[in-house]
């Protein structure tokens, strides 16, 4: 059973930037595809970004394209989110996700691909 814990969260002024992290326990991460995702105050839950099985191709929201990087760390089976630029828009509890081997590409963005999820990370950015 896979067990992730996101840390990294906090308040921030517009602007700054934070780096989440994710620690899986229980699974090799360079075996999952993994995911972020965010859901904001009185939102749904909403893609931010993906990294497809063994490294391959990364996927964005288009309203964190440029601003947010997502990573790995193979040795340390922790992912990253690194967030830059930060708007109060982008306040939100963050979530990791993540699922043994693939997703197609076209289905990085669906929640509902993913079996593992972590408990979330609170992120506010103020104005």
């Known amino acids: 059973q896979v067990q992730l814990v996101e840390s990294g969260g906090g308040l921030v002024e517009t602007g700054h930037s934070l780096r989440l992290s994710c620690s899986a326990s229980?699974?090799?991460?360079?075996?999952?595809?993994v995911g972020w995702f965010r859901q904001g105050p009185g939102k749904e839950r909403e893609f931010v970004a993906a990294?497809?099985?063994?490294?391959?191709?990364?996927s964005y929201a288009d309203s964190v394209k440029g601003r947010f990087t997502i990573s790995r760390d193979n040795a340390k089976n922790t992912l990253y989110l690194q967030m830059n630029s930060l708007k109060p828009e982008d306040t939100a509890d963050y979530y990791c996700?993540?699922?043994?081997?693939?997703?197609?590409?076209?289905?990085?963005?669906?929640?509902?691909?993913?079996?593992?999820w972590g408990q979330g990370t609170r992120v506010t950015v103020s104005s």
């Open positions: 229980g699974g090799t991460l360079r075996s999952f595809t």
């Open positions: 990294s497809r099985f063994q490294g391959g191709a990364t």
């Open positions: 996700a993540a699922k043994g081997g693939q997703i197609i590409l076209s289905q990085l963005s669906n929640a509902d691909m993913y079996g593992y």
